[in-house]
């Protein structure tokens, strides 16, 4: 009986995989283990420190991404080397405020699951108070549910980036002057100011790269503190706006769009097949762009293969 039962499951799993076409319907258990790091990192550059909050060392936190149907299974550590408390907030959650997203003391843990039930792009965070602290020293990251397969609206990318907007307090424990929004100097990309735009800045190395006539997509959250994003590519046009990242909400041909705090959206573009074209992503509010909230994207026949691709999404 055991062993019927076994037959059926395996010709289920094998049927949904030739329905689907992809091996990643199956679905798993992905394991996500954070700890809350209070720590020193380098937020430009040129090597600039700052006393950062994170989750595992980096600004933003790990990249955490599953397929829809999965399980995430989730640890939080909090070392007892910490002084204060923090916690996870997963906007891809849907559980108890007061349990699952409690804060955790130094020297304690927490451990729970959940199933996400819309694909997109999300934020998390910690939630501890105050939570601007909390999230303006660097407590935040992005989780990515994907669908189960590709459709004609929501195609296969040739290449998929990460970009997380933050904004910089150089004042890291005046809270009260992040909750009303003084004293902001800069804008943070994945945790530095002009991270990708050796434009602006002649210390940067990196950039964003493509092919001519690729499809990039962008997986954006807006980790800001008070300050909505005015997400636009110079010299190009969002072919699509995935508004929290869901296929079924799709808008085509969009200049700038809106993105509002802790949301997250996906942006797809596609530069001009047959000639070298550079574009710059910003944030067009000249507060966040002027002061690093500009990423720039080459597209290029000799584009190095290895970006916008495996680990190579979130670029450090
Ligand atoms: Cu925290």
């Not at 600004?59 to 996870?88: C, E, M, Q, Y």
């Not at 993105?259 to 797809?268: L, P, Y």
């Amino acid at each position: 009986m055991r062993l019927f039962k076994i037959s059926i499951t395996s010709c289920a799993i094998i049927a949904m995989m030739m329905v689907v076409g992809s091996p990643t319907a199956i679905a798993k258990t992905v394991k996500v283990h954070l700890t809350a790091q209070e720590t020193t990192v380098v937020i430009d550059n040129k090597g600039t420190k700052y006393a950062a909050w994170t989750y595992n060392g980096t600004i933003p936190g790990p990249l955490v991404r599953a397929t829809i149907g999965d399980t995430i299974d989730f640890t939080l550590t909090n070392p007892k080397t910490n002084k204060n408390s923090h916690s996870i907030d997963f906007h891809a959650a849907q559980v108890d405020v007061l349990k699952e997203f409690a804060p955790v003391k130094p020297g304690h843990s927490k451990h729970f699951k959940f199933v996400p039930h819309y694909p997109g792009v999300f934020m998390y965070h910690c939630g501890s108070s105050p939570m601007a602290e909390h999230i303006a020293r660097g407590m935040y990251g992005t989780i990515i549910i994907d669908p189960k397969h590709y459709t004609k609206a929501f195609p296969k990318p040739d290449r998929e980036y990460v970009l997380e907007e933050g904004q910089y307090f150089p004042n890291a424990t005046d809270a009260k002057a992040m909750i009303e929004n003084r004293g902001w100097t800069a804008s943070l990309i994945n945790g530095k100011i002009f991270h990708y735009d050796p434009v602006h800045d002649p210390n940067a190395t990196e950039v964003l790269m493509s092919k001519p006539g690729e499809l990039v997509r962008i997986f954006f959250v807006n980790a800001n503190i008070n300050m909505p994003v005015a997400f636009h590519p110079i010299a190009g046009i969002w072919a699509r706006v995935y508004p929290s990242g869901n296929p079924k909400n799709v808008m085509y041909g969009i200049q700038t769009y809106n993105v509002a705090v802790a949301e997250g959206d996906i942006f797809d573009i596609r530069s001009p097949k047959g000639r070298v074209t550079n574009n710059a992503i910003v944030d067009h509010t000249m507060s966040a762009a002027l002061r690093g909230a500009i990423t720039i994207l080459m597209n290029r026949p000799d584009a190095d293969p290895k970006l916008g691709r495996g680990k190579y999404i979130l670029l450090r």
